[in-house]
C-alpha cells in the first residue's frame, strides 16, 4: 500500500492520470520500474442487443488489465502531491514530465453469461472466440476532464481509444465515470454503442432466418482499479 497519502489523494489520484494523459501520447511501459494498478475481482461487464423476438443481456467477470506507468510509486506520490498543490502539468520532485500511462482492457468471450445457451453460441461463434478468444480495449488519450456538477469526488472524462473485435481496429470515443470506491480504489463506469458490421461481422442469423439478432450492440463497463495494489 502507498504510505502517507496526502490530503485529497481519493479526488487527485486520478486526475493525476488523467492529466498525463493528456499532457503526452502514450508510450510502452518499462517492466523495469512500472508501477500497476489491476482491475478488482468486482469489474463487470455488460453485452446488451436485440434479437426480432426478445432483449438479451449477457454479462461478464473476470476481466483482465490494469493501468501502467512507466515510473516507480515514489514519484508518482511526488507527482500528485505537485499535482494537487498547483503544478501546471504531471512532474516528479525533480520536475522531469512523468511518462503517460497506459491502459489495455480485455474481456475473455467465454465469460459472457447470456442466460441462454443459443445466444451464447451463436455470439462466441460470430465473434469467432476459438481463435480471437478476447474483446480489446486500449485507451490512447482523454480528450476532456472535468468534475461532475454532483459532487466534487466523481470525474467525468472523455475518452478516445481503439475497440478490436475479431483482430479489426476501430477508433472509438466514450464518456467514462470515475469515482472514488472502497479501500482507496477508484471504480470506472461507462458504455459504448457498437455495431458488429463496423468489425466485419456478421449479426447472427438462426432457426433458418426466423431468429435476428441486430447489428447494434451497446457495452457497459463498470470496472474498479487497485490503486494500492502492488
Known amino acids: 500500500m ?6 485529497g489523494w481519493r479526488v487527485g489520484w486520478f ?37 426480432n423476438l426478445h432483449r438479451f443481456r449477457c454479462t461478464a467477470a473476470g476481466l483482465e488489465g490494469a493501468i501502467e506507468f512507466a515510473a516507480a510509486r ?18 516528479d520532485s525533480a520536475g522531469a514530465p512523468l ?21 451464447e453460441r451463436d455470439l462466441r461463434q460470430a465473434l469467432d472466440a476459438e481463435h480471437y478468444p478476447h474483446i480489446r480495449f486500449e485507451l490512447t488519450g482523454v480528450e476532456q ?12 472524462l472523455d475518452l478516445a481509444g481503439v475497440l478490436t473485435l475479431r483482430e479489426v ?6 464518456t467514462i465515470t470515475a469515482r472514488p470506491a472502497v479501500d482507496g480504489n477508484y471504480r470506472l463506469t461507462g458504455q459504448l454503442p457498437l455495431r458488429m458490421t463496423d ?3 456478421p449479426p447472427p442469423v438462426a432457426l433458418f432466418g426466423l431468429i435476428r439478432v441486430d447489428d447494434s450492440l451497446l457495452l457497459r463497463f463498470d470496472v474498479e482499479v487497485a490503486v494500492g495494489a502492488r
Open 199 to 201: 468489425f466485419g461481422i
Open 74 to 91: 515514489e514519484p508518482l506520490l511526488a507527482a500528485l502531491i505537485a499535482f494537487e498543490s498547483g503544478h501546471p502539468a504531471p512532474a
Open 99 to 119: 511518462p503517460p500511462p497506459r491502459f489495455e482492457l480485455r474481456l475473455p468471450i467465454v465469460q459472457l453469461d447470456c442466460a441462454s445457451r443459443g445466444i
Open 145 to 156: 476532464v472535468r468534475r461532475a456538477a454532483a459532487s466534487e469526488s466523481i470525474t467525468l
Open 169 to 174: 481496429s476501430r477508433p472509438v470515443r466514450t
Open 2 to 7: 502507498l504510505a502517507s497519502r496526502p490530503n
Open 15 to 51: 486526475s493525476l492520470l488523467a492529466a498525463c494523459l493528456v499532457a503526452a501520447p502514450l508510450a510502452a511501459t518499462d517492466d523495469a520500474a512500472a508501477s500497476r494498478f489491476p482491475l478488482t475481482r468486482s469489474s463487470r461487464l455488460v453485452l446488451e442487443g436485440n434479437t
